[in-house]
């Protein structure tokens, strides 16, 4: 059974850092792309990242871009988002999920998510 | 960028047929994919690359793809299939959501 479980969120204060992770169980992670996409509450899907199986190719939001980095380790299953300089607007549950195809960019699989809240 | 419109909310009687649209310039040279998501819970995949129904989504469940408009369209509506539904797609390397569709089974 496929499984993806987030972690590493909480609440952080605006211009602080926070790192996400995904640990990925039940497949074979390292063939896989991988996503992020938030979630503001009460709010619709925007996607954040993607990385490609061996890391060395990313994409970014442009809302993201440079202050956020997604990365991933295949010896240890896990999939990571580093988020520095966060804002207010960050604030989002952040989902990790699986790209069932990398040609054309469909999630099959999402984890439940993990709560980010950027206030003072 | 890319953007992709989506009505805000849809109405269906139960039992009848609903159809969520997903707008976008020259959408029908894209594959477009469809996610569920109900209240509380990570969203479904519930069709891909324009019309296929990934394992374990009923029948019920169909899409198309043409010009410029893409179409989910659920038959024989269930209480059960009331959630938000987003389309996507993938452009210029970065990956494109709608808006969202709340459907609302009468």
């Known amino acids: 059974e496929v499984q993806l479980v987030e972690s590493g969120g909480g609440l952080v204060q605006p211009g602080g850092s926070l790192r996400l992770s995904c640990a990925a169980s039940?497949?074979?992670?390292?063939?896989?792309?991988m996503h992020w996409v938030r979630q503001a509450p009460g709010k619709g899907l925007v996607w954040v990242s993607r990385i490609n199986t061996y890391g060395s190719s990313t994409s970014y939001a442009d809302s993201v871009k440079g202050r956020f980095t997604i990365s991933r380790d295949n010896a240890k299953n896990t999939l990571y988002l580093q988020m520095n300089s966060l804002r207010a607007e960050d604030t989002a549950v952040y989902y990790c999920?699986?790209?069932?195809?990398?040609?054309?960019?469909?999630?099959?699989?999402w984890g439940q998510g993990t709560l980010v809240t950027v206030s003072s | 960028s890319y953007e992709l419109t989506q009505p805000l909310s849809v109405s269906v009687a139960l039992g009848q047929t609903a159809r969520i649209t997903c707008g976008g310039n020259n959408i029908g040279s894209k594959n477009v994919h469809w996610y569920q998501q109900k209240p509380g819970q990570a969203p479904v995949l519930v069709i891909y690359?324009?019309?296929y129904r990934p394992s374990g989504i009923p029948e019920r469940f169909s899409g198309s793809n043409s010009g410029n408009t893409a179409t989910l369209t659920i038959s024989r509506a269930q209480a059960g299939d009331e959630a938000d539904y987003y389309c996507?797609?993938?452009?210029?390397?970065?990956?494109?959501f709608g808006g969202g569709t709340k459907l609302t089974v009468l």
């Open positions: 039940g497949f074979t992670f390292s063939s896989y792309w």
């Open positions: 690359r324009d019309s």
């Open positions: 999920a699986r790209d069932a195809d990398a040609a054309i960019a469909f999630i099959d699989y």
């Open positions: 996507q797609v993938w452009d210029s390397s970065t990956v494109v």
